[in-house]
């Protein structure tokens, strides 16, 4: 095995500090890295209970927002209400063949899909 899991995906934000608010607001993460880098600052976050992270980072101005990154939520009905309290724009939950799911966006233009219980 050459590869054995996925440690960061890098996401694209253009304020780290409203990025940090909602991850960790929305969305419940926490911080697991933030450290000057040369290029601003290094700063993760993940659920709690996950091995890799998400990287928010400000240095990428010309990259697109990322899409379909998938988040496993236990309860999509609960995470939805969450999101929606926050002003953050949910579509769904539907009941797809493969359980519920719902999408939505970070204050970025990064669509997540969040499917579960």
């Given at each position: ?12 934000v ?54 379909g ?9 609960a995470?939805?209400?969450r ?13 797809e ?21």
């Amino acid at each position: 095995m050459l590869i054995s899991h996925v440690v960061t995906v890098t996401v694209p934000v253009s304020d780290q500090d409203r990025a940090l608010a909602f991850y960790t607001g929305a969305l419940g993460f926490e911080v697991r890295s933030d450290n000057p880098f040369p290029m601003g600052r290094w700063l993760t976050v993940a659920p709690k209970a996950a091995e890799s992270s998400l990287l928010l980072a400000s240095w990428f101005p010309g990259m697109a927002p990322i899409g379909g990154l998938v988040l496993a939520a236990p309860d999509v009905d609960a995470l939805a209400e969450r999101l929606r309290e926050d002003g953050v724009e949910v579509q769904g939950p539907t009941d797809e063949p493969w359980g519920r799911q719902l999408l939505f966006q970070d204050p970025f233009g990064n669509g997540f899909v969040a499917a579960g219980g």
